[in-house]
């Protein structure tokens, strides 16, 4: 079997509607919600605790310290989500870096007026400019 018949057809034999409500009703009855994960699942929880914070902006208000320093990655700089929290550290006095691609005078790079760094790749590709924002970030550990 292929791999894309094969999650179709995982899909459609995974009957999940008991459990997801269950899950639903638990989601909308806790005020905090963490979610853990190994290897490649560490990343869908990150992914999807991020979608969970409402916009990302909520995350920040849960976690954010005195001596928090924010990192504000936006391949474009157009993301709405993103655009809020730098609006956010702003507001809140918040110490804040800016990543950013594509267009130089993109929106979060333009509206970015106390960042700590503006750092921006001369590149149209997603690709590109994640892979080196990841090398940015890493040349520090």
């Avoid at 995974?14 to 853990?36: D, N, P, Y």
């Avoid at 409402?54 to 990655?73: A, C, D, N, P, Q």
């Amino acid at each position: 079997m292929n791999p894309f018949d094969e999650y179709v057809s995982t899909l459609q034999s995974a009957h999940m509607e008991v459990e997801f409500f269950k899950f639903q009703k638990a989601f909308h009855t806790h005020s905090r919600i963490i979610i853990l994960g190994n290897g490649g699942s560490n990343s869908v929880a990150s992914h999807i605790s991020q979608d969970y914070m409402k916009f990302h902006e909520k995350f920040l208000e849960y976690y954010v310290e005195k001596e928090s320093l924010v990192i504000i990655m936006s391949s474009g700089g157009e993301s709405p989500n993103m655009l809020n929290c730098l609006n956010w550290c702003e507001k809140e006095n918040t110490d804040y870096g800016v990543l950013t691609g594509f267009k130089s005078d993109n929106t979060i790079r333009t509206v970015a007026k106390n960042a700590l760094w503006n750092y921006h790749i001369d590149s149209d590709s997603y690709g590109v400019v994640e892979c080196v924002h990841q090398i940015f970030l890493h040349g520090v550990v």
